[in-house]
């Protein structure tokens, strides 16, 4: 599959076998949003943290690029829990991404 050769994930040893489910299914769903926005060729670099271990519980922290044509959208975000975790930093891309679009939109 194209996707995961253009994902690379640091960290996913962290992850149990739930949470390393959920984020192979967020990254390629992101992944597809992303290359459906800027339409050229698209790599991801996910680098996932966990620190603050109190119990039970373990704070996330993800820092996403995604890489396009010499442009890249940087994000970075941490929370709780893994999935929220995951679409935080990407809306966060995604948010780069129109902003840096829509711009040059008005602009033709």
């Known amino acids: 599959m194209e996707k995961k050769e253009n994902i690379q994930v640091k960290g996913i040893e962290l992850l149990d076998e739930?949470?390393?489910?959920t984020a192979n299914k967020l990254f390629e769903e992101y992944y597809t949003k992303i290359q459906r926005k800027i339409k050229n060729s698209?790599?991801?670099k996910i680098h996932i943290k966990e620190?603050?271990?109190e119990?039970?519980?373990k704070k996330y922290s993800i820092n996403?690029?995604?890489?396009s044509s010499g442009?890249?959208?940087k994000a970075n975000s941490h929370d709780w829990t893994f999935s929220a975790?995951?679409?935080e930093v990407f809306n966060k891309i995604l948010t780069q991404i129109e902003h840096k679009f829509h711009s040059s939109d008005?602009?033709?």
């Open 42 to 44: 698209l790599s991801l």
């Open 71 to 73: 442009a890249v959208f």
């Open 18 to 21: 739930q949470e390393n489910k």
């Open 51 to 53: 620190y603050n271990k």
């Open 64 to 67: 996403a690029e995604a890489i």
């Open 106 to 108: 008005q602009h033709q």
């Open 85 to 87: 975790t995951v679409h």
């Open 55 to 57: 119990g039970k519980r």
